[in-house]
């Protein structure tokens, strides 16, 4: 079985000022896809950025930007020069690459921007 | 741009009632899934669709709960009857494909009240 850790239930960050989400999973697989989910307050959760385990290279979304650690099943996010608009719950995810498309969510983190 | 779509909002019922809530994917979408947010969780995956086919219904507590898609686009998902324990957002996403890097869209949500 998989599971999605987010041992941060909140962080608060200022504007303009960098936060990093983290993100531990557990599995057996070698090939599998992981995200970054986005809810904010009464509206629908968005894709933020998304990293299939085959890929070294860390992906980039604009001033997201993740820490994909292999060996050690870590996924972390950074939000970069964060905004009022940032402010938001903010789930991992993972697939298995062979699965019917299922995604098992971490309990989330939210965050807190500060002007 | 085009959206997952839910009906109602939200909806509060009592124990015991019936209730049942309505997608409509996004246009082209063949996958289909319902997940159950408990506050403070993440989403957990209660079916999925492929086309009008169940694919997934695992985690589906299929002595109250039941599913349909008949037509290979909406879907409905009906409880009855409904327990305190369902009180919780029920999303639903939809993604042209069942898997690979293909991106799963949420709809808003139903928040599901039960007295």
């Known amino acids: 079985a998989q599971t999605v850790t987010q041992s941060q239930p909140e962080m608060s960050v200022q504007e303009a000022e960098t936060v990093t989400l983290s993100c531990t999973y557990d599995t057996s697989e070698s090939d599998y896809y992981l995200f970054w989910y986005k809810q904010p307050p009464s509206r629908q959760m968005i894709l933020v950025i998304r990293q299939e385990a085959y890929k070294q290279q860390n992906a980039t979304e604009n001033r997201f930007s993740v820490n994909f650690q292999k060996a050690a099943k870590s996924f972390s996010l950074k939000i970069s020069d964060s905004q009022l608009g940032d402010a938001a719950m903010y789930f991992c995810?993972?697939?298995?690459?062979?699965?019917?498309?299922?995604?098992?969510f971490g309990a989330g983190t939210q965050v807190v921007v500060t002007p | 741009e085009a959206e997952v779509a839910q009906s109602p909002r939200y909806k509060i019922t009592e124990k015991s009632q019936a209730v049942a809530f309505w997608c409509d994917p996004i246009s082209g979408h063949a996958t289909l899934y319902w997940y159950r947010q408990i506050l403070g969780q993440g989403p957990e995956l209660l079916v999925q669709?492929?086309?009008?086919?169940?694919?997934?219904d695992s985690q589906l507590p299929k002595d109250r709960f039941s599913a349909e898609r008949l037509k290979g686009v909406d879907s409905t998902l009906k409880i009855q009857p409904a327990e305190l324990g369902d009180s919780a957002m029920y999303l639903c996403a939809s993604s042209l494909a069942r898997a690979g890097r293909n991106e799963q869209f949420f709809g808003p949500g139903t928040r599901l009240t039960v007295l």
């Open positions: 995810a993972y697939r298995r690459s062979d699965s019917w498309g299922k995604l098992q």
């Open positions: 669709f492929q086309d009008e086919s169940v694919v997934d």
